[in-house]
């Protein structure tokens, strides 16, 4: 019996994911530059980016294997499909049978280990750098996330995603302090994982300093694009995940169609305040030595495991 | 006459003995080993597992063999727990066998035909620890394992350091062994009946219980590589041949966990619930410093080691999980964390041996172990590059393949285990769901780490442009293993089927009833949590396929080669990217200490600047040499006896005699 | 409404509390250690003025004035000016690293809960599970006060222990008699002031606030 609403919701989702993406990249971008006093180059702008990229010709290094040619693709694959996964629009997503939370978590690392190893294919010094800073980044944070999830698994009594928030959204407005603690130890990993200050500069040029952008330093052309894209998926998703847990409120119930069309401007109000918040978080911060970026990610597990023992205790 | 699957079994094992003793017809001849016996014997291995699988979901079947003393005969019993390692067994060494059919060359320390010997006789002696029914049996095929595996540890006896670790691993192994025969003896509660059948009847009080479990613990585990009696692994599996190696790491380490399993659920019947918390920290203990040292390392062979005693604390945390559920009598969680702990016990044996027997390519046609003399691999050597790849996702837990469904599993055993009547338990669960999340991405960590600095990037010596690939033999054995890791990956709701018998048999339930269907696994209820590989595959394979093909037809798919990025410094060169130790910088400087470091740096005056850092175990210099001290202390004390008079020696047996005399009056 | 949302509150407060004394623990920079502890002290006094409303006791309301004044602006202007004289503005050292501190002030929170589990289940108070956390934060201040090896740092460990007991107080026995309380209050200033004497002194001996410096004045 197939559910032809709920694969025409999952759809929908998905295509909004991928289309909206850079959008929210150039909302968190124009926020910055209205804070900084200075003006953007527009909301468009990392659409027209990616369309130049699109075009130019790929430059590969002579020794590029052919795990280097493939793995954006791959990345762009992985994170497509986490987007599809995380309920933005509605519950009844018939993907969540597939994939749950801890498989969401396993999607991510995918991501993360192809883009490491295509980091050390070329073999400069520059990729191998960021290869390491991004595991390094990546054996906290994860473990963060993952316990963060758990948290709101073990309040909702499933790691399914759609149970997840339908519970949350819908228990009576309580306040729960394990999902404040939760809640700071998400802010902090969603910064490491997307490459914002305080942990990385997205828009730096200094190598030395770089951690997600020494690992793209070799790619070109539309291979570029797709990774450009797939970052920008990235924020797009650790957000709608940010959105679905600690402030579920608007998402639609199944198969419900006049609820998936009012869902939509509330997501697209929530990101706007979510991205303008993350715009405020970075100018307020200044980015923090890369080996002080340990204990940032080891505050930041703590946190979450803080969250799942204060929730034992306390009983919500 | 209707042959039952126990003959058949036992028949196969003959096989091997045979064509072990068949190698000593020509112990010089490199093609008969490897052109006919090894073959054959893979194809036994093939039968072996083909006779166990259906025998996972038969009754029991016990025979007394023929064999052994008089009054002592060998007992041999075949359950769904024997039959399933026994199935575990036959698929590895399978694809193990066929690897060696190309790797063993001559003029390597040990003749061929020996090494056949020692190599089925291993193979032999570790499917009759799995299939003996008394202790006597037992520990008969336990010690032939542990000799037949110290011959092939040093078969390349040439060097020193390779016989140090091959007396490290006899020692080691011995110990275990001693303390395995206590066990036993504390098993049969004073009725003088080894058998384990009579063990079974038998229930013993809490007290010897506890310590025929924690004497279990102590040998199964030294055997196993658990903290703190582990220090023999990262010296043996280096030191012996790759093939040797994936077979010790792969599945002798599975015996252990089978024996434990089957002293502690088996053969004392119900467990106490604090034995899973000793089982679980010491569990969690050493995964997460096997993970943290594999970071470290510079060798690769040890680097996989380290990661078998992480994978082996996975686990002995799952089994103590185990333990703390039946203890408090909630059956179906036990079967879920049993489920977990036997499903990681065959992807680690598939995707460990996958490892080990890349790293045997590697070796052999680069003859280079250490980190910082190879790179750039994948170019002349793809088929062990790709295959490699698919166990260095396995390992690292990533969907879809295999290691993920067993690390799946076993989280979903911590977090829906409801409220334990102690309220530190209740702490406990979060405290260890962290741990393996942590212990999990540093597994992440330390395979980028291996497969980075293996096969990508540039190579680091300009011998290496030689290499060549594996040859035909050690491909089959490659995509075996690797075949196994993806289908073990994408049908779990299968393999779970497969091992509902077995936790049955020990936790008296099962959650295969609960499952929906072959596409999904949902082991509880479908709104809890639900995963399905296959589809999860589908749909990624789908979304990177459509969007090559979208970018293909509006764009142009026009490429340039050229150099890579240099930031304006010319001279670039292979030295340039990161070294192993380098790579492990980050892991050194969170986990300081976890380790024993000792730095010599250059002074501003040293013309020749060099700066070296050895990392040494922690535990062997807080457990190993103290003991090893008082050790010969107290042989020092004792040759006092040793006089070289013979009146001295005379008068010994008379005082003896005299006290005999006294004793008996 | 407020009975409804009150002992959340509460309990948000509290886990509020605890987050902001692991964030001292993890914190390198002196300046933002003083700010967390003014933190502290509001989060103590929006807790004991909302305790005083729930409860209807109105001794708490002075309590908590007394706390404000105290907590959020006399002291942490008094070490302030500390800072601002003895001209230290520098970054923290600890003696172990900062994730292994981390790690073991886990383990105390873990310790704090299980003894605190069977007296909150005792206590009909609107706060009972808070007494852990309580406990968790006094533990966890004086690990600060342990593992750093500046003067300031460990004072400021000194004053979160204090704040943590207090906290204890408003939840398992509805707050101190006031008695208790000033005197409470008066002998924690009066120690503020004797440090900072004895900080000059430290200085004075030794050129530098690092309290390792001490060990000097052993016999041998």
């Given at each position: 019996?197939?559910n032809?609403?709920?694969?025409a919701a999952q759809?929908?989702?998905?295509?909004?994911a991928?289309l909206l993406?850079?959008?929210?990249?150039?909302?968190v971008?124009?926020?910055?530059?209205w804070?900084?006093n200075?003006?953007a180059?527009g909301?468009l702008?990392?659409?027209?980016?990616?369309n130049k990229?699109?075009?130019?010709e790929?430059?590969?290094a002579?020794?590029?294997?052919?795990l280097?040619?493939?793995a954006p693709?791959?990345i762009f694959?992985s994170?497509?499909?986490?987007?599809?996964?995380?309920?933005t629009l509605?519950?009844?997503?018939?993907?969540?049978?597939a994939?749950?939370a801890?498989a969401?978590v396993?999607?991510?690392?995918?991501?993360?280990?192809?883009?490491a190893?295509?980091?050390?294919?070329?073999?400069?010094?520059?990729?191998?750098?960021?290869?390491?800073?991004?595991?390094?980044v990546?054996f906290?944070?994860?473990?963060?996330?993952l316990?963060v999830?758990?948290?709101?698994?073990?309040?909702?009594?499933?790691?399914?995603l759609?149970?997840?928030?339908?519970?949350?959204?819908?228990?009576?407005?309580?306040?729960?302090p394990s999902?404040?603690?939760?809640?700071?130890?998400?802010?902090?990993?969603s910064?490491?994982?997307n490459?914002?200050?305080?942990?990385?500069?997205?828009?730096?040029?200094?190598?030395?300093t770089?951690i997600?952008?020494?690992m793209?330093l070799?790619?070109?052309?539309?291979h570029?694009?797709m990774?450009e894209?797939a970052?920008?998926?990235k924020?797009?998703?650790?957000?709608c995940?940010?959105l679905a847990l600690?402030?579920?409120f608007?998402?639609a119930?199944s198969?419900?169609?006049?609820?998936?069309v009012?869902?939509?401007?509330?997501?697209?109000?929530?990101?706007?305040?979510?991205?303008?918040?993350l715009?405020l978080?970075?100018?307020?911060?200044?980015?923090?030595?890369?080996?002080?970026?340990?204990?940032?990610?080891?505050?930041a597990?703590?946190f979450a495991?803080?969250?799942?023992l204060?929730?034992?205790?306390?009983?919500? | 006459m209707?042959?039952?699957?126990?003959?058949?079994a036992?028949?196969?094992?003959?096989?091997w003995?045979?064509?072990?003793?068949?190698?000593?017809?020509?112990?010089?001849s490199i093609r008969l080993?490897?052109?006919?016996?090894?073959?054959i014997?893979?194809l036994?291995?093939?039968?072996?597992a083909?006779?166990?699988?259906?025998a996972?979901?038969?009754?029991?079947?016990a025979?007394?063999?023929?064999?052994?003393?008089p009054?002592?005969?060998?007992?041999?019993?075949?359950d769904?727990?024997s039959?399933?390692?026994?199935?575990?067994l036959?698929?590895v060494?399978?694809?193990v066998?066929?690897?060696?059919?190309?790797y063993?060359?001559?003029?390597?320390?040990t003749p061929?035909?020996?090494?056949?010997l020692?190599y089925h006789?291993f193979l032999a002696s570790?499917?009759?620890?799995?299939?003996?029914d008394?202790?006597y049996?037992f520990?008969?095929?336990?010690e032939?394992?542990?000799?037949?595996?110290?011959?092939?540890?040093?078969?390349?006896?040439?060097?020193?350091?390779i016989?140090r670790?091959?007396y490290?691993?006899?020692?080691?192994?011995?110990?275990?062994a001693?303390?395995?025969?206590?066990?036993?003896g504390?098993?049969?509660s004073?009725?003088?009946?080894?058998?384990?059948?009579?063990?079974?009847?038998?229930a013993?009080?809490?007290?010897?219980?506890?310590?025929?479990?924690?004497l279990?613990l102590?040998g199964?585990?030294g055997?196993?590589?658990?903290?703190?009696l582990?220090?023999w692994?990262?010296?043996?599996?280096?030191?012996?041949?790759?093939?040797?190696?994936?077979?010790?790491?792969g599945?002798?380490?599975k015996?252990?966990?089978?024996?434990?399993?089957?002293v502690?659920?088996?053969?004392?019947?119900?467990p106490?619930?604090?034995?899973?918390?000793v089982?679980?920290?010491?569990g969690?203990?050493?995964?997460l410093?096997?993970?943290?040292?594999?970071?470290?390392?510079?060798?690769m062979?040890?680097?996989?080691?380290?990661?078998?005693?992480?994978?082996?604390?996975?686990i002995?945390?799952?089994f103590?999980?185990?333990?703390?559920?039946?203890?408090?009598?909630?059956?179906?969680?036990a079967?879920?964390?049993?489920?977990?702990?036997?499903?990681h016990?065959?992807?680690?044996?598939?995707f460990?041996?996958?490892?080990?027997?890349a790293t045997?390519s590697?070796?052999?046609s680069?003859?280079?172990?250490?980190?910082?003399?190879?790179?750039?691999?994948?170019?002349?050597m793809?088929?062990?590059?790709?295959?490699?790849?698919v166990?260095?996702?396995?390992?690292?837990?990533?969907?879809p393949?295999n290691?993920?469904?067993?690390?799946?599993l076993?989280l979903q055993?911590?977090l829906f285990?409801?409220?334990l009547p102690?309220s530190?338990?209740n702490?406990?669960?979060?405290i260890?769901?962290?741990?393996?999340?942590?212990?999990?991405?540093l597994?992440?960590y330390?395979m980028?780490?291996?497969?980075g600095?293996?096969?990508?990037?540039?190579?680091?010596?300009p011998?290496l442009?030689?290499?060549h690939?594996?040859?035909?033999?050690?491909r089959?054995g490659?995509l075996w293993?690797?075949a196994?890791?993806?289908?073990?990956?994408?049908?779990p709701?299968a393999?779970?089927?497969?091992?509902?018998?077995?936790?049955?048999?020990l936790?008296?339930s099962?959650?295969?009833?609960?499952?929906?269907g072959?596409?999904f696994?949902?082991?509880i209820?479908?709104?809890?949590?639900?995963?399905?590989p296959?589809?999860?595959?589908?749909?990624?394979?789908?979304?990177v396929?459509?969007?090559?093909?979208?970018?293909?037809?509006?764009?142009h798919?026009?490429?340039?080669?050229?150099?890579?990025?240099?930031?304006g410094f010319?001279?670039l060169?292979a030295?340039?990217?990161?070294?192993a130790?380098?790579?492990?910088?980050?892991?050194?400087?969170?986990f300081?200490?976890?380790?024993?470091?000792?730095?010599?740096?250059?002074?501003?005056?040293?013309?020749?600047?060099?700066y070296?850092?050895?990392?040494d175990?922690?535990i062997?210099?807080w457990?190993?040499?103290?003991?090893?001290?008082g050790?010969e202390?107290l042989?020092?004390?004792?040759?006092?006896?040793q006089?070289?008079?013979?009146?001295?020696?005379?008068?010994y047996?008379f005082?003896?005699?005299?006290?005999l005399?006294?004793?008996v009056? | 409404?407020?009975?409804?949302y009150?002992?959340q509150l509460?309990?948000l407060?509290a886990?509020?509390?605890?987050?902001?004394?692991?964030?001292?623990?993890?914190q390198?920079?002196?300046l933002?250690?003083?700010?967390?502890?003014?933190?502290?002290?509001?989060?103590l006094?929006?807790t004991?003025?909302?305790?005083?409303?729930l409860?209807?006791?109105?001794h708490?309301?002075?309590?908590?004035?007394?706390?404000?004044?105290?907590?959020v602006?006399?002291l942490?202007?008094?070490l302030?000016?500390?800072?601002?004289k003895l001209?230290?503005k520098w970054d923290v050292?600890?003696?172990?690293?900062i994730?292994?501190?981390m790690l073991?002030?886990?383990?105390l929170v873990?310790?704090a809960?299980?003894?605190?589990?069977?007296?909150?289940?005792?206590?009909g108070?609107?706060i009972r599970?808070?007494?852990?956390?309580?406990?968790?934060?006094?533990?966890l201040?004086?690990?600060?006060?342990?593992?750093?090896?500046k003067?300031i740092?460990?004072v400021i460990?000194?004053?979160?222990m204090?704040?943590?007991?207090?906290?204890a107080?408003?939840g398992a026995?509805y707050?101190m008699?006031?008695v208790?309380?000033?005197?409470v209050?008066?002998d924690?200033?009066?120690?503020?002031?004797?440090?900072?004497v004895?900080l000059?002194?430290?200085?004075?001996r030794?050129?530098?606030?690092?309290t390792?410096?001490?060990?000097?004045?052993?016999?041998?």
């Amino acid at each position: 019996m197939i559910n032809f609403a709920g694969i025409a919701a999952q759809f929908t989702e998905l295509m909004l994911a991928i289309l909206l993406a850079p959008l929210l990249t150039g909302w968190v971008n124009q926020c910055r530059a209205w804070l900084q006093n200075r003006r953007a180059p527009g909301l468009l702008q990392p659409y027209r980016n990616l369309n130049k990229l699109f075009r130019k010709e790929v430059v590969l290094a002579h020794n590029a294997s052919p795990l280097f040619r493939i793995a954006p693709y791959l990345i762009f694959g992985s994170l497509a499909l986490a987007a599809a996964i995380v309920p933005t629009l509605d519950i009844d997503l018939p993907l969540n049978a597939a994939a749950d939370a801890i498989a969401l978590v396993g999607l991510l690392a995918l991501a993360r280990l192809f883009i490491a190893l295509a980091a050390m294919d070329i073999g400069t010094a520059f990729g191998s750098l960021g290869a390491r800073r991004e595991m390094m980044v990546g054996f906290l944070a994860e473990p963060a996330l993952l316990m963060v999830l758990f948290t709101a698994s073990i309040i909702s009594g499933s790691t399914s995603l759609s149970t997840i928030v339908h519970t949350l959204a819908h228990k009576e407005f309580v306040i729960y302090p394990s999902m404040a603690f939760a809640g700071v130890a998400f802010t902090m990993v969603s910064l490491a994982e997307n490459a914002r200050i305080p942990v990385d500069n997205p828009a730096t040029h200094l190598e030395l300093t770089m951690i997600h952008e020494a690992m793209v330093l070799e790619y070109s052309g539309r291979h570029l694009a797709m990774i450009e894209w797939a970052a920008s998926l990235k924020l797009f998703v650790y957000s709608c995940m940010g959105l679905a847990l600690f402030f579920p409120f608007g998402v639609a119930e199944s198969g419900d169609w006049l609820g998936i069309v009012l869902a939509l401007p509330a997501l697209l109000l929530k990101l706007a305040i979510g991205g303008a918040a993350l715009a405020l978080i970075e100018i307020l911060s200044a980015k923090m030595r890369i080996f002080r970026a340990p204990e940032f990610l080891g505050t930041a597990f703590l946190f979450a495991v803080l969250a799942m023992l204060v929730h034992v205790l306390l009983g919500s | 006459m209707h042959l039952n699957s126990l003959d058949a079994a036992l028949g196969l094992v003959s096989v091997w003995v045979g064509l072990g003793l068949a190698g000593l017809l020509a112990p010089s001849s490199i093609r008969l080993v490897s052109r006919v016996l090894f073959p054959i014997g893979a194809l036994t291995g093939l039968a072996l597992a083909a006779v166990a699988l259906p025998a996972i979901f038969e009754p029991a079947v016990a025979r007394v063999l023929p064999l052994g003393l008089p009054d002592l005969p060998f007992h041999a019993r075949l359950d769904a727990l024997s039959a399933f390692f026994l199935l575990l067994l036959g698929a590895v060494s399978a694809g193990v066998s066929l690897f060696a059919c190309g790797y063993f060359r001559k003029g390597e320390g040990t003749p061929p035909g020996l090494q056949g010997l020692y190599y089925h006789l291993f193979l032999a002696s570790m499917a009759l620890v799995l299939l003996a029914d008394d202790a006597y049996f037992f520990m008969v095929s336990w010690e032939s394992m542990a000799l037949s595996s110290y011959f092939l540890v040093t078969s390349d006896h040439r060097h020193a350091e390779i016989r140090r670790a091959g007396y490290l691993y006899l020692l080691m192994a011995h110990l275990g062994a001693i303390s395995i025969l206590l066990c036993f003896g504390a098993l049969q509660s004073g009725t003088g009946n080894y058998t384990f059948q009579a063990m079974r009847e038998v229930a013993p009080s809490a007290g010897w219980a506890s310590v025929a479990f924690l004497l279990a613990l102590v040998g199964f585990g030294g055997k196993a590589g658990l903290l703190p009696l582990h220090a023999w692994l990262p010296e043996a599996h280096p030191a012996a041949p790759s093939p040797v190696s994936a077979l010790m790491s792969g599945v002798m380490l599975k015996t252990a966990i089978y024996g434990v399993l089957r002293v502690t659920l088996d053969l004392i019947g119900f467990p106490l619930w604090w034995w899973g918390v000793v089982a679980l920290a010491a569990g969690l203990l050493s995964a997460l410093y096997g993970a943290v040292y594999a970071a470290v390392q510079t060798d690769m062979k040890r680097l996989l080691a380290y990661s078998s005693i992480e994978n082996v604390g996975l686990i002995i945390a799952g089994f103590g999980l185990t333990l703390l559920f039946r203890g408090f009598g909630m059956n179906a969680l036990a079967a879920l964390a049993l489920t977990a702990t036997l499903y990681h016990c065959l992807n680690h044996a598939f995707f460990k041996s996958l490892l080990f027997l890349a790293t045997g390519s590697v070796l052999h046609s680069t003859s280079e172990r250490s980190l910082g003399r190879l790179g750039g691999l994948i170019h002349r050597m793809p088929w062990v590059a790709w295959t490699a790849l698919v166990g260095t996702i396995a390992i690292a837990g990533l969907p879809p393949l295999n290691g993920f469904v067993s690390e799946w599993l076993l989280l979903q055993a911590f977090l829906f285990s409801p409220g334990l009547p102690h309220s530190y338990l209740n702490m406990l669960v979060p405290i260890a769901a962290a741990s393996i999340a942590l212990t999990a991405a540093l597994s992440g960590y330390v395979m980028v780490k291996f497969y980075g600095v293996v096969f990508l990037g540039q190579p680091r010596e300009p011998r290496l442009a030689e290499a060549h690939d594996a040859g035909p033999w050690e491909r089959v054995g490659l995509l075996w293993l690797a075949a196994a890791c993806v289908v073990l990956g994408l049908v779990p709701a299968a393999v779970i089927g497969m091992l509902d018998p077995v936790t049955r048999l020990l936790a008296s339930s099962g959650i295969a009833g609960l499952a929906r269907g072959w596409l999904f696994l949902a082991p509880i209820a479908p709104q809890r949590a639900s995963y399905s590989p296959l589809l999860f595959f589908v749909l990624t394979a789908l979304l990177v396929a459509l969007a090559w093909l979208a970018v293909r037809a509006f764009y142009h798919g026009r490429v340039r080669r050229s150099r890579p990025w240099d930031c304006g410094f010319p001279g670039l060169d292979a030295r340039m990217q990161d070294t192993a130790e380098g790579f492990g910088q980050p892991v050194r400087h969170v986990f300081e200490p976890f380790f024993r470091i000792e730095r010599s740096a250059p002074t501003p005056q040293d013309v020749r600047p060099r700066y070296r850092e050895v990392i040494d175990d922690r535990i062997w210099h807080w457990l190993y040499l103290p003991l090893a001290r008082g050790v010969e202390k107290l042989t020092a004390l004792v040759t006092v006896l040793q006089r070289g008079r013979i009146s001295v020696y005379l008068m010994y047996s008379f005082v003896t005699l005299l006290v005999l005399l006294f004793l008996v009056r | 409404m407020l009975a409804h949302y009150g002992p959340q509150l509460v309990n948000l407060f509290a886990a509020v509390l605890l987050l902001l004394s692991f964030a001292m623990l993890s914190q390198r920079r002196m300046l933002s250690l003083i700010n967390l502890f003014a933190a502290q002290g509001f989060v103590l006094f929006l807790t004991t003025a909302l305790v005083g409303a729930l409860t209807g006791q109105h001794h708490l309301y002075w309590s908590a004035l007394v706390t404000l004044v105290l907590k959020v602006i006399v002291l942490p202007w008094i070490l302030h000016r500390l800072i601002r004289k003895l001209n230290v503005k520098w970054d923290v050292e600890t003696l172990i690293n900062i994730p292994v501190t981390m790690l073991v002030g886990i383990v105390l929170v873990v310790l704090a809960f299980n003894l605190a589990l069977p007296i909150s289940q005792l206590s009909g108070t609107v706060i009972r599970a808070t007494l852990g956390i309580a406990l968790a934060s006094v533990l966890l201040s004086f690990l600060m006060m342990i593992t750093r090896s500046k003067a300031i740092p460990q004072v400021i460990g000194f004053l979160a222990m204090e704040n943590g007991l207090f906290f204890a107080a408003t939840g398992a026995v509805y707050g101190m008699p006031m008695v208790v309380e000033l005197g409470v209050a008066l002998d924690v200033l009066v120690g503020a002031l004797i440090l900072g004497v004895f900080l000059f002194q430290i200085r004075e001996r030794f050129d530098s606030l690092d309290t390792r410096h001490l060990e000097r004045l052993k016999e041998h």
